[in-house]
């Protein structure tokens, strides 16, 4: 599986983005979808998840309410859209696969197969 990530830019606070992350080479809709994010600095962290079918998602506490995963499997795409955004949300951001996982955590970073080059959101203050 190929993921292509896009989207990624500078913003002032407050305001919004949305990522983009295609994927290619096997059947998308078996496969759980994750964003992850690594600021500065800082270790590498789960920021929203989305099952397989779209019928589940997970997000880190710290950004519930603000972004919203989305996938479309007829169009291998999955989505990051990011409202209110804060100077602390500026990172590397990062689209993830796996085969689906039943009755497992969206939020293993270690659980994920494939993963896409990132794509860099700054957000100034």
């Known amino acids: 599986v190929q993921l292509q990530a896009s989207g990624g830019g500078l913003v002032q606070a407050g305001g919004s983005l949305r990522l983009s992350c295609s994927a290619s080479?096997?059947?998308?809709?078996?496969?759980?979808m994750a964003w992850f994010r690594q600021a500065p600095g800082k270790d590498r962290e789960f920021a929203a998840g989305?099952?397989?079918?779209?019928?589940?998602?997970l997000y880190v506490d710290s950004v519930k309410g603000r972004f919203t995963i989305s996938r479309d499997n007829a169009k291998n795409m999955v989505y990051l859209q990011m409202n209110s955004l804060k100077p602390d949300g500026t990172a590397v951001y990062y689209c993830?696969?796996?085969?689906?996982?039943?009755?497992?955590?969206?939020?293993?970073?270690?659980?994920?197969?494939?993963w896409g080059q990132g794509t860099l959101v700054t957000v100034s203050s």
């Open positions: 993830a696969t796996r085969p689906r996982i039943e009755y497992s955590s969206l939020a293993v970073a270690s659980s994920y197969s494939y």
């Open positions: 080479g096997r059947p998308f809709r078996d496969y759980d």
């Open positions: 989305v099952r397989w079918n779209g019928r589940a998602t």
